[in-house]
């Protein structure tokens, strides 16, 4: 589908730069949890999905 097409043309963070979308759907990155409640549920830690400055032009 579309979103295969653009996480293989632009890669995670072009896609979800494009497509904020797409970052409901990350549930882990660089092996790391990406969801607070589920990390904090085991004990693990969390890291945001992605800087607030990499993601600066969210839609572009």
Known sequence: GRYVELLADRGLEGACNKQPALLGGVNTRDGKLTIQAVA???????????????LGSLGG
């Open 40 to 54: 904090e549920a085991h004990g693990l830690p969390y890291t945001e999905t992605f800087s607030t400055e990499s």
